[in-house]
């Protein structure tokens, strides 16, 4: 859909700009790319953790982790919107109402997990069964759904707190909760796992509750804020329900991609035991990769989201240009990363050397398909940055739709498990052709406080 001709600022509604340099990206990428890398080492420590109690345990994992991350991430919408909104006022100069909307979106939060704390707990053995958990695997998939699912009102909170203080341009902090947590986290889990002999339990139980103690030390410093600046803490029931519908759009490009990474685990599934193992451990370590690329991607949240509120279209340009280079850049980079320490990683994860022996393959595939994953996660977040989340949600479905079709052809040929991992590549092609169409143009180049 075309942008009205109102909402699209052109030469003479510009407020003058200062260049947006390497360094002032970088400032706000490096603190983001140490939050975003402490986030997934939660799951590569359980995933070291738990892998050597066995395949069905960490085949266990793997199920339940992919139920788990579906549950916060159809909610990332918290996060990316709330960046992007506050980002915006900054720019615009209304910093008051970029903070209340913050907090408005943490309430939301707190909501939303409990509601979904719920649905983990009472529905973690139907849940792990759909996914298609083998009958070894089933009952630790289970068990770890329902033990973590009590960490969800925390874990969404600190999704709608660190958006907030990323639109606020303060990467630092959460760098500092994200870095201490996943230390801290780490350790628990192994005294949980061995010294105490919860097994798969005790990881669960260990991340739940420092995710807890995240979302605390997170509204302790929101609290904070809103003194300083005199903003009331306390809901606005308005605001909040506004939020929620006008985050529709974001929701669905999510639950679009969650349906493409459910679908990967329960083909995953169908190959057996050993390759849902070696998946899992795939999945994670691409995860861990797309997510430090991903720290561009909140740095072009943050400034293409600030520079359109001040009209500045020039220098929005220039955000675009800087992050697609960099973007391919750290992509060539990951990927040789990943090709080089394939051997190693197949053995640090796992003992079991069926898993080694359908894990390496996939780990380069994997790796080739990294330099455009780069370029995938900056285009989104610029997009998400200038609020366009419309278009995403279309092409979210129609790239989850070309998965599904290549899930068809990979089963009707008798593929394995590194097809299945060529597929997932064609999806990640399919988002690149889509989200680069997109950015071309001038549509989604919405101008002042609000993107509509």
């Given at each position: 859909?075309?942008?009205?001709?109102?909402?699209?600022?052109?030469?003479?509604?510009?407020?003058?700009?200062?260049?947006?340099?390497?360094?002032?990206?970088?400032?706000?990428?490096?603190?983001?790319?140490?939050?975003?890398?402490?986030?997934?080492?939660?799951?590569?420590?359980?995933?070291?953790?738990?892998?050597?109690?066995?395949?069905?345990?960490?085949?266990?994992?793997?199920?339940?982790?992919?139920?788990?991350?579906?549950?916060?991430?159809?909610?990332?919408?918290?996060?990316?919107?709330?960046?992007?909104?506050?980002?915006?006022?900054?720019?615009a100069?209304?910093?008051?109402?970029?903070?209340?909307?913050?907090?408005?979106?943490?309430?939301?939060?707190?909501?939303?997990g409990?509601?979904?704390?719920?649905?983990?707990?009472?529905?973690?053995?139907p849940?792990?069964?759909?996914?298609?958990?083998?009958?070894?695997?089933?009952?630790?998939?289970?068990?770890?759904?329902?033990i973590?699912?009590?960490?969800?009102?925390?874990?969404?909170?600190?999704?709608?707190?660190?958006?907030?203080?990323?639109?606020?341009?303060?990467?630092?902090?959460?760098?500092?909760?994200?870095?201490a947590?996943?230390?801290?986290?780490?350790?628990?889990?192994?005294?949980?796992?061995?010294?105490c002999?919860l097994g798969?339990?005790?990881?669960?139980?260990?991340?739940?509750?420092v995710?807890?103690?995240?979302?605390?030390?997170?509204?302790?410093?929101?609290?904070?804020?809103?003194?300083?600046?005199?903003?009331?803490?306390?809901?606005?029931?308005?605001?909040?329900?506004?939020?929620?519908?006008?985050?529709?759009?974001?929701?669905?490009?999510?639950?679009?991609?969650?349906?493409?990474?459910l679908?990967a685990?329960?083909?995953?599934?169908?190959?057996?035991t050993?390759?849902?193992?070696?998946?899992?451990?795939a999945?994670?370590?691409?995860?861990?990769?797309?997510?430090?690329?991903?720290?561009?991607?909140?740095?072009?949240?943050?400034?293409?989201?600030?520079?359109?509120?001040?009209?500045?279209?020039?220098?929005t340009?220039?955000?675009?240009?800087?992050?697609?280079r960099?973007g391919?850049?750290?992509?060539?980079v990951t990927?040789?990363?990943l090709?080089?320490?394939?051997?190693?990683?197949?053995?640090?994860?796992?003992?079991?050397?069926?898993?080694?022996?359908?894990?390496?393959?996939?780990?380069?595939?994997?790796?080739?398909?990294?330099?455009?994953?780069?370029?995938?996660?900056?285009?989104?977040?610029?997009?998400?940055?200038?609020?366009?989340?419309?278009?995403?949600?279309?092409?979210?479905?129609?790239c989850?739709?070309?998965?599904?079709?290549?899930?068809?052809?990979?089963?009707?040929?008798?593929?394995?498990?590194?097809?299945?991992?060529?597929?997932?590549?064609?999806?990640?092609?399919?988002?690149?052709?889509?989200l680069?169409a997109?950015?071309?143009g001038?549509?989604?180049?919405?101008?002042?406080?609000?993107?509509?």
């Open positions: 859909m075309e942008a009205e001709p109102a909402q699209v600022a052109d030469a003479t509604q510009e407020t003058p700009a200062t260049e947006v340099t390497g360094r002032a990206i970088l400032a706000l990428a490096i603190p983001a790319l140490g939050a975003l890398l402490a986030e997934p080492l939660f799951v590569l420590a359980d995933s070291a953790i738990v892998g050597h109690l066995g395949p069905a345990q960490l085949a266990g994992l793997g199920t339940a982790g992919a139920a788990l991350n579906t549950l916060v991430n159809v909610c990332i919408f918290l996060a990316y919107s709330t960046t992007a909104q506050v980002s915006r006022l900054i720019g100069g209304r910093r008051g109402e970029g903070l209340a909307r913050g907090v408005d979106g943490m309430y939301l939060a707190a909501g939303l409990l509601l979904l704390a719920v649905v983990g707990v009472l529905g973690a053995d849940i792990v069964r759909w996914l298609g958990a083998g009958a070894e695997a089933a009952p630790y998939a289970a068990t770890y759904l329902r973590s699912s009590l960490g969800l009102p925390g874990m969404l909170l600190v999704l709608a707190a660190t958006g907030l203080l990323r639109g606020l341009h303060d990467m630092r902090t959460p760098l500092v909760v994200a870095a947590a996943a230390v801290i986290n780490t350790l628990a889990n192994w005294v949980l796992v061995y010294p002999g798969i339990a005790g990881s669960a139980a260990g991340t739940a509750g995710q807890s103690a995240m979302a605390l030390a997170y509204a302790y410093i929101v609290v904070k804020a809103c003194r300083r600046e005199n903003v009331s803490a306390r809901p606005n029931p308005r605001a909040v329900r506004a939020s929620l519908s006008a985050n529709f759009a974001l929701l669905v490009r999510t639950i679009g991609l969650r349906v493409y990474l679908a685990v329960w083909a995953a599934g169908r190959l057996g050993d390759a849902l193992a070696a998946n899992t451990i999945q994670n370590l691409w995860f861990m990769l797309a997510l430090a690329l991903d720290a561009l991607a909140i740095a072009a949240q943050a400034l293409v989201g600030h520079e359109l509120g001040a009209g500045r279209t020039d220098a340009r220039q955000v675009v240009a800087r992050m697609n960099w391919l850049g750290f992509g060539v990927g040789v990363g090709a080089a320490l394939s051997p190693v990683l197949a053995g640090a994860f796992t003992n079991d050397q069926a898993v080694a022996a359908a894990l390496m393959p996939v780990l380069l595939v994997a790796a080739l398909f990294q330099p455009p994953a780069g370029v995938v996660f900056v285009l989104d977040g610029v997009l998400i940055g200038a609020g366009d989340a419309t278009y995403l949600a279309w092409a979210s479905l129609a989850t739709g070309v998965f599904l079709i290549g899930l068809a052809i990979l089963f009707a040929a008798g593929g394995n498990l590194t097809w299945l991992w060529v597929v997932v590549g064609v999806f990640t092609l399919a988002r690149l052709a889509f680069y997109r950015a071309r001038t549509a989604w180049m919405r101008v002042g406080a609000h993107a509509g």
